[in-house]
């Protein structure tokens, strides 16, 4: 592969050859073998993922489950005053980032990902020439991208706060009514 990048560097100190071509498109057939065993396997694992996914969905909820009953069990270990007070905040947090998203996106997080796909639309229609775009339309379009960013940001930390508050409560069950 090295060597087909040999002639791109020569060509700055000799005149182009037919040699240097030839070079050039060995280095590339050289590469491009080198790197189709490892493009095929991928291709083969995504299609293989996709076929599958439902097995692959219930190994993870399995895996996680195991993985959340180990958490619950190592955070029982601290006084209870503690893991209540943490499930408060972990509420209260949750509770305040939720009324937050709505005042801040109001309802813009179940658009989903529309809100980039119209910034895409606005860049790609005007990608010739970005300044010819209106102004109030570069705005609306960097505005909805940011303001999705944002949101997801927010989804994912409500998402964990959730999950925290949820380890929290099942650390404060009693141990005879946990899952083994």
């Not at 050859?17 to 095929?40: C, K, S, T």
């Not at 709505?102 to 895409?120: D, F, N, Q, T, Y």
Request: charged fraction near 20%; include cysteine; charge should be positive.
């Amino acid at each position: 592969m090295a060597l087909g990048l040999l002639p791109s560097l020569l060509i700055l100190w000799m005149e182009p050859r037919h040699w240097m071509l030839v070079l050039a498109r060995g280095g590339l057939v050289i590469a491009l073998i080198g790197f189709a065993p490892g493009f095929f396997r991928a291709l083969w694992i995504l299609l293989r993922e996709v076929r599958h996914h439902r097995e692959g969905f219930i190994q993870q909820f399995d895996h996680d489950v195991e993985q959340f009953r180990e958490l619950a069990h190592r955070l029982a270990c601290y006084p209870r005053q503690v893991l209540e007070m943490q499930a408060r905040y972990a509420r209260h947090g949750h509770d305040r980032l939720g009324s937050r998203m709505v005042m801040m996106l109001g309802g813009m997080e179940r658009l989903g990902i529309l809100p980039l796909l119209l910034s895409a639309i606005v860049v790609l229609r005007n990608s010739s020439d970005l300044t010819a775009a209106p102004p109030w339309l570069v705005v609306l379009a960097i505005m909805a991208a940011w303001m999705w960013i944002v949101g997801w940001w927010g989804a994912e930390f409500r998402r964990r706060l959730q999950l925290y508050e949820f380890l929290l409560e099942e650390a404060l069950r009693p141990q005879a009514t946990r899952p083994a």
